[in-house]
């Protein structure tokens, strides 16, 4: 699992997605918040999934999970996590925000070939909200990066 995120990290700062034939699509781009507020975050995947998985990457941090959801409705805390496989979306609402939800926020697609089910792709693209403070003054605002990247497991 270190192997992995590290090379997610890599692959972030770099800014480099190589997925062939899948196109994973978040919106926003971009997001400005108050504290105490809430946001939802969207993803669409241009191929048929078997689930979605939720992370965050905190500025200069590692990758943290926060939610799987196979398809249905998930809660956990803050986090309402939706996913429709059959219409290919997923979202995140996070609400109550805090300042420490700041970072950029993966939604991570997993397929797999249908004649080898054990060679499965996972598909990131990470955005929305970030409530990182632009200065000691603006504590409760913040706004929103994206980075495109794609991991094989």
Excluded at 33 to 55: I, K, M, R
Excluded at 112 to 117: F, G, K
């Amino acid at each position: 699992m270190k192997r992995l995120v590290g090379t997610v990290l890599g692959l972030s700062f770099a800014g480099v997605c190589c997925v062939i034939g899948v196109d994973v699509e978040q919106s926003p781009a971009a997001l400005t918040a108050q504290e105490g507020a809430s946001s939802t975050l969207w993803c669409n995947f241009s191929t048929s999934s078997d689930s979605v998985q939720w992370y965050l990457q905190k500025p200069g941090g590692r990758l943290i999970h926060l939610i799987y959801i196979p398809s249905g409705t998930r809660k956990e805390g803050r986090l309402n996590a939706t996913t429709v496989l059959k219409e290919r979306r997923s979202s995140l609402h996070v609400s109550s925000l805090r300042t420490t939800d700041s970072g950029t926020y993966f939604c991570a697609v997993q397929h797999c070939a249908p004649q080898a089910p054990a060679a499965c792709t996972q598909t990131l693209r990470g955005a929305q909200p970030l409530l990182q403070p632009q200065s000691h003054r603006e504590a409760t605002t913040g706004h929103l990066q994206c980075f495109l990247l794609a991991l094989q497991i």
